[in-house]
């Protein structure tokens, strides 16, 4: 039987001012998720920039980005059980120490393997502070005050997530692409002086043990899992290497789900998913992120590389999906009241897939209201997706493993979205690669193979030789754009069709059970 971390009920905090206050603890968990929020909007804006300051190339910087997400998944539900044994508040200061210094590292990275590397650590001590924050507003607001908090807390993200384009475009554009981890150095400053002031500690009173094993197992099987699908375009999808680290996922995976249901105390208690909606709930989360993130990682190179656009105007052509999003919130959650989580889900799954069928339509010189009018339908798509996220997979797990669920919704929003931006990135490279000879025509069979296979490799990205001028320059370039644009509509056509599936498997689903003041059990 799996040990209850049961968290330490606490009353209502005073509403003065210092420590325990429910909304100085609000602004206090804010500053420190705004900037785990922010590194995952400002990265997108500063990847063509990186790419040629640090030479790294389409792999390199799909690791930026997966590597982040990867740590940030496979941690999320480890670091609320540290949060269940050594105190919540020390937990998030932690985090917020670690990522703050982290920054200020990448920002003073000289190569890419470093910057890959701190990345990873990044995501670590991210995954520190979401669950802890989510634990530390339960105790500031209990009963129906968390639903007030929770909005706005939503609020929050949603206009982080918005500013994230165009802080990162400014910053990009007119100081460098280190000046959008430097930004994390004074508001982490911050979040540590309010947080060692306003937070309360709270613990579990009964201690629970850090399932070590599952922790490792199952980081070996999405290490594996990730670096094959990123590495077979290079490798080959029949080469051993492939194969090989495929098959150390399928067996160390096999492993993890074995010895999760020995465990006495499971990392990810299996028990969990024997509610169907629970299981289903997970998956869609897992099919959104993996069809938004996987898609989105490319448009920046699109408007940068493709369209010729600066960073600050790369950032707000994003603009409309960041923004509608805040906006669209809102709404999604008083349809999911009126009409449940199954036919709003559904629909918003649906208007999603529209959303990226008319992205899978753009042009070389697509016009803003090109762009904006589907990122606006997008946003108004995977707004209800993921307000109602709660609803289906909290709402429907058992009580004493609420906190469990909410571990398993964030984790699977971050493995979606690592997986698609590897799987999607291994088949939009590979079409790049295989229709860019075709692309160039008779000029094609004058290239040496090493430069060719040079040339794929800037396609991938919507870049050309820089320096070329001439007719041969003109030729090259339209070439290297009409492939890259054959990718990215491949990639939002697999995307249209994931959404497609989740808007069905949304019709499976059922409204969670309405509880208050549930155990925090974040871990």
Same mark, same amino acid.
């Given at each position: ?423 999607? =990135?291994?088949?939009?490279? /590979?079409? %790049?690669?295989?229709?860019? &000879? !075709?692309?160039? *025509?008779? @000029? #094609?069979?004058? $290239? ?5 296979? =040079?040339?794929?490799?800037? /396609?991938? %990205?919507?870049?050309?030789? &820089? !320096?070329?001028? *001439?007719? @041969? #320059?003109?030729? $090259? ?24 599936? #989740? ?21």
């Amino acid at each position: 039987m799996m040990t209850q971390a049961v968290a330490e009920r606490a009353e209502a905090p005073p509403p003065g001012r210092g420590q325990g206050s429910a909304w100085l603890t609000l602004f206090a968990v804010s500053l420190g998720v705004i900037m785990v929020m922010l590194d995952g909007t400002v990265v997108a804006i500063a990847n063509p920039v990186i790419a040629m300051d640090l030479q790294a190339s389409l792999a390199d910087l799909q690791w930026v980005t997966s590597g982040y997400l990867l740590a940030l998944a496979v941690f999320l539900i480890t670091a609320g059980k540290l949060g269940d044994l050594f105190g919540h508040k020390r937990i998030f200061l932690i985090g917020v120490v670690g990522f703050t210094l982290v920054s200020l590292a990448i920002g003073l990275s000289s190569s890419v393997a470093m910057l890959i590397a701190l990345r990873v650590l990044q995501g670590l001590f991210g995954a520190l502070l979401q669950p802890a924050a989510l634990a530390l507003l339960r105790m500031a607001f209990p009963g129906e005050r968390l639903n007030m908090a929770m909005g706005a807390w939503g609020a929050i993200i949603g206009l982080s997530s918005a500013a994230g384009p165009i802080v990162g475009g400014v910053l990009v554009e007119n100081v460098s692409w280190q000046s959008v981890f430097f930004i994390n150095v004074p508001v982490g400053a911050a979040a540590l002086v309010f947080g060692l002031w306003a937070l309360r500690e709270s613990r579990a009173q009964t201690l629970s043990r850090v399932d070590w094993p599952g922790v490792l197992l199952l980081s070996v099987t999405m290490f594996a899992l990730v670096w094959s699908i990123i590495k077979a375009p290079d490798w080959g999808w029949g080469d051993l290497k492939t194969i090989g680290f495929l098959a150390v996922a399928v067996v160390v995976g096999a492993m993890f789900l074995f010895w999760q249901a020995k465990a006495r105390e499971p990392l990810l208690p299996l028990s969990l998913f024997a509610n169907a909606s629970v299981s289903i709930g997970t998956a869609l989360m897992i099919l959104v992120a993996f069809s938004m993130m996987g898609a989105m990682f490319f448009l920046t190179f699109f408007f940068q590389g493709v369209h010729g656009l600066s960073p600050l105007d790369s950032g707000l052509r994003m603009l409309p999906m960041s923004a509608g999003m805040i906006v669209a919130s809102p709404i999604a959650g008083v349809l999911i009241g009126k009409l449940g989580p199954k036919i709003t889900i559904a629909g918003g799954m649906l208007v999603t897939a529209v959303a990226m069928f008319l992205m899978s339509r753009l042009s070389v010189d697509a016009a803003f209201v090109d762009s904006a009018i589907p990122f606006v339908l997008l946003a108004f798509g995977l707004s209800p997706v993921f307000v109602g996220a709660t609803e289906i997979i909290v709402g429907n797990a058992p009580e004493e493993l609420s906190g469990v669920a909410g571990g398993v919704q964030n984790s699977a929003m971050q493995v979606g979205g690592a997986l698609g931006t590897a799987i999607l =990135g291994a088949i939009v490279a /590979a079409k %790049v690669a295989s229709v860019l &000879p !075709g692309h160039l *025509g008779e @000029a #094609a069979a004058a $290239i040496p193979p090493e430069q060719m296979e =040079g040339l794929k490799q800037l /396609a991938t %990205v919507g870049a050309a030789p &820089p !320096g070329l001028t *001439g007719p @041969a #320059a003109e030729v $090259i370039t339209n070439a290297a754009h009409m492939s890259f644009m054959d990718g990215l509509h491949l990639g939002f056509q697999m995307s249209t069709g994931v959404a497609v599936l #989740a808007a069905v498997l949304a019709l499976f689903v059922r409204a969670g059970r309405k509880t208050e003041g549930g155990a925090v059990h974040v871990g």
